[in-house]
């Protein structure tokens, strides 16, 4: 039976000539106190709970002193089950994993249950009467809270500031490596690997704290299989639950939301359901007509400026304004896009040598048909707007994958038809996660998320991300 290898590439500097050793770890008994490996003091629950209710009463004190009727009494008593919601759903627990996104919105679920505590309370109580300035007030914890999460470091992922890493425990998982670059790519830094031996080991549960711990890790991510079976998950959780750390494990499944999946017990077995999108349902096309009635109004109100950006394009370049383009939408349905020209109008395709994108798409940084003035359009976005009229005829919606051309469509194999069971959008994952730079899979793979894991939530995030990718113009070219 092997020893447990462990990889520690480029942990605070050179560790060895040779990334990989051999780890023998000392007893945990031998071990500093567990406290020193977790995370600061100030971004402990206890510490968090507080912070959130001094928030909650600096928040309240001068509402209550300005326009607040509700007593002093009942805000008091708002303040301490805003403080049990926090707990009850976890929104005072750091990670290291799961975005600032996940963790705010376990604060804005807090501020929802708090309206209906407030509600039932005014049934009870004529104290509560005023029902709507609850409302008021947990909008205003919530957002107080949520610019505290977004602020300090530990309490969602992004590029880790305090250095505090992960262990990745694997047993040969096929999509391990992709998912060890998601994780490295989220925290800003390489990750300490831990493979186990396929014939398993039974020392493993203390071989993994003990790594853990030498590292200083925050958290430990399993990738079940092989000789990391149940039992042996099991009594890592034991040992790390003993030493305080977090464990993570895959469940095996690619691409899906966790509001997708939902736990059930069968016995002491547990299983985990994936819930299906439905994308015929009330909220799809109620989203669908607030879309196209939000394009039809921003259509009017940059009409000016779309005629002067005609206008321009028509003097600086022999040709039409508005360029006109077959692509494949929904259920491979063919429409005309509208796009404004920025190329000149009798251009020639360079020959596919030229191409400097992988897999279907055709693109060239430096592309030499593209005019002074439709480079500067591509930069901001800008050539995209008359897409807007597309929204409008419901050949596509303000988010979606990338509306594909019907070549690219002709090279499409299995999985990748999956991006045209929706409409294609104006903007989407795509489009604000690098554009031209990410690669045909990473591509394809952002716009099958999108599929799978629709919700207006998620097309609201998208529609915020989609202001700095255009500002920051990564990808447009």
Known sequence: MSDTVVRLPGMGGSIDADPTVTSSPTPLATRRSPRATRTPWWAEPVTLTVVDVAIAALVAVPARLLWLETPVLAVALLVVCWAALLALLRAVEASLVESRVVVCARVVRAAGLLVIVGAVFALVSPTFERSGEVVTVAALWAAA??????????????????????????????HRTRAVATLEHRLGRSLPLIEVSPDGDAAVADRVAAVALDVEAGAVVAFPGGGLDAATLR?????????????????????????????????????????????????????????????????????????????AITRTSPGAAI??????????????IFKFRTMTAAAARPDDGENEFD???????????????????????????????????????????????????????????????????????????????????ESVRLDQHYVDNWSPTLDLIILCRTVRAVLGHRGAY
């Open 323 to 336: 360029y006109r383009q077959s692509r494949v939408g929904r259920d491979g349905r063919e429409f005309t």
């Open 235 to 311: 009594r890592m959780q034991w040992e790390l639950e003993r030493v305080r750390l977090p464990l993570f494990i895959d469940p095996g499944v690619l691409g899906v939301a966790p509001s997708r999946l939902q736990p059930s017990a069968i016995g002491d077995l547990t299983l985990v359901r994936i819930r299906g999108i439905h994308r015929a349902g009330l909220a799809w096309h109620l989203w669908g007509v607030i879309g196209r009635l939000g394009a039809g109004l921003g259509l009017l109100l940059i009409l000016p400026a779309l005629l002067a950006i005609a206008f």
């Open 145 to 174: 809270s949520c610019v505290l999460r977004t602020m300090v470091p530990h309490l969602g992922a992004g590029r880790s500031r305090s250095g505090l890493p992960l262990v990745v425990v694997s047993a040969g998982a096929d």
């Open 359 to 441: 897999g279907v798409l055709f693109k060239i940084r430096l592309d030499p048909r593209v005019t002074p003035l439709g480079r500067w359009l591509r930069r901001y976005s800008i050539d995209e707007l008359p897409q807007l009229i597309n929204v409008v005829l419901g050949d596509m919606r303000l988010v979606g994958p990338r509306p594909a051309l019907p070549d690219e469509v002709a090279q499409y194999v299995d999985d990748d038809h999956r991006r045209l069971a929706v409409p294609p959008g104006l903007t989407g994952l795509w489009q604000v996660s690098g554009r031209s730079d990410l690669t045909w899979e």
